[in-house]
């Protein structure tokens, strides 16, 4: 088992930046594949990114790629997103996720998300 803990959530204006960090505790390992994916209001839950257990490997959304950085420290088990040049559309909770595979990404285990709102 795995638990997963986000915080760095808040509401912010457009154009700011925010970092999430996603503490991992538990069974936990550099070989899981860690991640984040978002859900806004009355939206499917989406991918956003996410980054090997070495983190030499990092994939984004389209809609996320050049403005954030996923990042992650595994001596102290914690992943990052930095969110840069935040936009209204990127509203959401943001859920870190655990995964063995890197491909496809789908979240063996989910921290419980912390809310982003940006504002215009």
């Known amino acids: 088992q795995v638990q997963l803990v986000e915080s760095g959530g808040g509401l912010v204006q457009a154009g700011d930046s925010l970092r999430l960090s996603c503490a991992a505790s538990?069974?936990?390992?550099?070989?899981?594949?860690m991640g984040w994916f978002r859900q806004a209001p009355g939206k499917e839950r989406e991918f956003v990114a996410e980054?090997?257990?070495?983190?030499?490997?990092?994939t984004y959304a389209d809609s996320v790629k050049d403005r954030f950085t996923i990042s992650r420290d595994n001596a102290k088990n914690t992943v990052y997103l930095q969110m840069n040049s935040l936009k209204p559309e990127d509203t959401a909770v943001y859920y870190c996720?655990?995964?063995?595979?890197?491909?496809?990404?789908?979240?063996?285990?989910w921290g419980k998300g912390t809310l982003v709102t940006v504002s215009s």
């Open positions: 980054i090997s257990g070495s983190g030499r490997s990092t």
């Open positions: 996720a655990a995964d063995r595979s890197y491909y496809p990404f789908r979240g063996d285990y």
């Open positions: 538990g069974r936990t390992s550099s070989s899981y594949v």
